[in-house]
């Protein structure tokens, strides 16, 4: 049975790859092409700006999605991703400077083929470059000059789509070859402004995904669990029809499956498949919910629900009390027949019958309901030559489960024929 923090599991990582897909901008060409920017600084104010944002060393990428050109091979199958800037500084105009950026990004392709694995360049998809420029242009204090003389360098065309504006529409003429001429120029400012209007319509969205991200995690947070859940803790664990190591395989259930905990039959958990649908797992196969596993533990929980299979219940019958005990002589009771399934003395003890007597106890109290119960005790009978009776009133059995009795107590005020046998 899976709850709502199953579907949470799916929605938060569908909701990252949504945050992370907000960078990804199209691209138009795969060519390592520069960026350039002209701004009114000297030449040596920006090389000592670049020298102090440490543009020339390079650095490592966590992912190449996002950053590179490349449609024909799977992104994820790119790893240890390094990137490194080609700097080109060009004195322009008295007191300005032409700065053209070209990033080199190189990551191993791991191939399904070994042997066609290795280091690859992928081309830039202008991402870092315009960081980089953006950065420097706010450190220098200066705004980018329009014009970048044509004498010393060439504008680059720009790698990103500008459908949005008029320089979108001057890249799309060209890629469809409508534009004469072997070389496409754009205004610098154009483009820079372009690319921040749709930056910041990204980041807007970042802004969106990220607080759906927050309301999804708040609800996590705060679903309450259900506390009757038992969680399966590794895969091919074995569901039996009963609580027999001998009985019917009915499925093998995987790691993290939760079934409903219905009762505890000794090592067995006793749990709902579907509907009426029932199944027994080895105790130490599955983790139970905090309450649950609290009040199996409690100074009247039975230590017989952590030993292997000493006992088993062979038949369950509802008949008139058949010792002569006051206080359910000629009553109805509920007569449990228990057969022990260890050949080994030292496990079928006096000990080993009370720990087992007290778990059905438990057991009947959990599943009685009383006062509506149409009996008024519970008896145990060890079905083996050294074996015995105990009997206890319902309302005796219903104390001693609830904690408000303690088991000395209770088992001086229990049935015992003979007592010998449990002493």
Known sequence: MKTQTSRLRVLIPFALSLFLGAWIPATICGQAV??????????????????????????KLPIVDGFVAVEDQPLSRYE?????FSIDLVPDAPGATTIRVTAKITAWYADRDPSKSGYQVLPSNGRLELDLLDRLSDKLGGKSLVSVSRSTLQAPRPKLDLSAGSAGSVVASARSGSVPGAAVSVSGGDEVAALRMKREAEERRMQQVNAELQSLQEIQHNQAHPENLVVVK??????????????????????DD?????????????VQISGASRGYIRRSSVELPEPLAARLKSPNATSSD?????????????GTFPGNWESLRGKPVKIYTVQAISANAKETSATSKLEFAASLFSK?????????????????????????????????????????????AFWKQCYMDPPDAFH
């Open 364 to 408: 009947f109290s959990r599943a009685s309901t009383a006062p509506a119960n149409s009996v008024e005790g519970v008896v145990i009978i060890f079905d083996s030559a050294d074996g015995g009776i105990i009997g206890s009133t319902v309302s005796g059995a219903q104390q001693f489960a609830s904690g408000s009795l303690s088991r000395e």
């Open 258 to 270: 939760e079934f409903e905990f219905l009762d505890v039959d000794g090592a067995w958990i006793h």
């Open 306 to 318: 952590e030993k292997q299979d000493v006992f088993r219940v062979a038949r369950e019958e509802t």
């Open 80 to 84: 240890r991703a390094f990137y490194q």
């Open 234 to 255: 590794q895969s091919g664990t074995p569901v039996f029809a009963k609580p027999a190591l001998g009985s019917p395989v009915l499925f093998t259930a995987a790691g």
């Open 34 to 59: 520069p960026y350039a920017r002209t701004l009114p600084k000297s030449k040596d104010e920006v090389e000592a700006a670049l020298k102090e944002m440490q543009a020339y060393a390079g650095q």
